[in-house]
């Protein structure tokens, strides 16, 4: 099945330790997206790439940076975490904006961030 | 700028019974998109129904169905004959019609937690 995959589910990191959270697509979508989601708090939007085309969101911080390297793979760089990022972490994929009405979001499992 | 409120941080609903889950929301947008996602514990969101602002008939999807009410801003779900499987935290979500064409940017509320009590 078509899918939205993010590894690893789960991830420990030490305070100011770079980390990596990865997000792959079997759909073709052409936008993936990240959001950071704390406990009992909506989602919120990072960024998103429209294909190679990189849009940050306003107050994202800049301790956050993002790699597509090709149209299947997305990459979550947290540069130096603090025990404030701890999160889940969601990727999700959408159509080129136009193609259809709604154009959906399919989203991954999300990973869980622990900052020790 | 848009915002999403879900007032009922967690409701618990019988099994078979029915259950309205609450959401209000801000925009000076005249036409946008609604949904209900689901997000079971551990696993990934689903979209569960979405309703479009110039439609005035309410959504339906098999259990699931909505009362938009737009004048008031309102967007709520209800689920008929509650399972099991219902259990999860259910978002409320915003969409503008139009982001410049770049972008299907969501707005989400905080969420509420159902339990299905067997």
């Known amino acids: 099945d078509a899918m939205v995959i993010q590894n690893p589910r789960y991830q420990v990191t030490q305070f100011g330790k770079p980390v990596t959270l990865s997000c792959s697509q079997t759909?073709?979508?052409?936008?993936m997206y990240w959001y950071q989601q704390k406990s009992s708090q909506a989602p919120k939007l990072l960024f998103h790439y429209y294909d190679k085309d990189f849009n940050n969101e306003a107050d994202t911080p800049d301790n956050f940076q993002s790699r597509r390297p090709n149209t299947s793979f997305c990459f979550l760089d947290i540069r130096s975490p603090g025990l404030g990022d701890a999160a889940m972490y969601l990727c999700?994929?959408?159509?080129?904006?136009?193609?259809?009405?709604?154009?959906?979001?399919?989203f991954g499992p999300g990973t869980r961030l622990t900052v020790l | 700028a848009q915002t999403v409120t879900q007032s009922q941080p967690e409701m618990s609903v019988q099994e078979a019974e029915t259950v309205t889950l609450s959401c209000t929301y801000d925009t000076s947008e005249s036409d946008y998109y609604l949904f209900w996602y689901k997000q079971p514990p551990s696993r990934q969101m689903i979209l569960v129904i979405r309703q479009e602002a110039y439609k005035q008939q309410n959504a339906t999807e098999n259990r699931f169905s909505v009362n938009f009410q737009k004048a008031a801003k309102s967007f709520s779900l209800k689920i008929s004959d509650s399972q099991l499987g219902d259990a999860a935290m259910y978002f409320c979500a915003y969409r503008s019609i139009n982001y410049g064409g770049a972008t299907n940017k969501l707005i989400f509320g905080t969420g509420t937690l159902l339990a299905v009590q067997p």
């Open positions: 759909l073709n979508h052409n936008v």
């Open positions: 999700a994929t959408s159509r080129r904006p136009g193609t259809e009405t709604y154009n959906e979001q399919f």
